[in-house]
């Protein structure tokens, strides 16, 4: 496990998709927490956003079932989960840990599928 508090070095970890699963906290990158739990399922990466508040898993649960991303890419839904820490993080990241070999064919035919 690496904590990340700088933007630039998280992205750069993104880009050269060297980590196993994805924690974010909410509003580490302001508004970009979607936007790199997005990046994350394209590399098959499973990814947990740890929120601050109910509001906030409310606004991502939202999110995560009515937007037109997570509506085209279906997959998304199992590889992107929250937690507000009233749930065991630990299980929760050990429940995920085989998703990016799992999941792997059938998120590059998603996108594939939806991209050209």
Known sequence: MESITNVDKAKKRLEHNSYDIL???DGF??????????MAYAM???TIIITSNV???IYYTAWHYCSEFSNLYKISKKLISFNNGTEN???KIRSKTDYSTKYFNEVTLEIAKNTF
């Open 23 to 25: 924690l974010l906290k």
């Open 29 to 38: 990158i302001k508004d970009g927490t979607i936007k790199a739990a997005s």
């Open 44 to 46: 098959t990466r499973p």
């Open 55 to 57: 509001f906030r898993l």
């Open 89 to 91: 993080l630990l299980e």
